[in-house]
């Protein structure tokens, strides 16, 4: 029983979804920008920083991954990492990202 005790209430868990909603509305309005303005590259960043907190909201608190032992919120971690990688990667060969070497 003592180990449920740090997990959130359910007012917390609602006011999660509340800020991933609103996060996914910034994304959302991110879109209709880069239509109009064509922001290129810092609209990518945008995405990817948005996507970073979604992530670690989302595994934090709905997976429990912050009450857990370090280790496992390591292999979150280097599994985002890899996954951030990969995706600069796929932007770089679609010609959002420049990369200059």
Do not use: C, D
């Not at 449920?4 to 994304?27: K, N, S, V």
């Not at 960043?45 to 496992?72: D, Q, R």
């Amino acid at each position: 029983m003592s180990e449920h005790a740090h997990h959130p209430t359910p007012a917390q868990y609602w006011r999660i979804a509340g800020f991933l909603a609103i996060l996914t509305a910034i994304e959302v309005a991110l879109y209709y920008v880069e239509q109009e303005y064509e922001l290129g590259f810092l609209n990518a960043a945008m995405l990817l920083a948005l996507s970073t907190v979604k992530f670690i909201v989302v595994v934090g608190w709905f997976m429990h991954v912050k009450y857990e032992k370090p280790m496992i919120s390591r292999f979150f971690t280097a599994g985002f990492v890899l996954a951030i990688g990969l995706y600069l990667v796929v932007l770089a060969a679609m010609g959002v990202v420049v990369v200059r070497g």
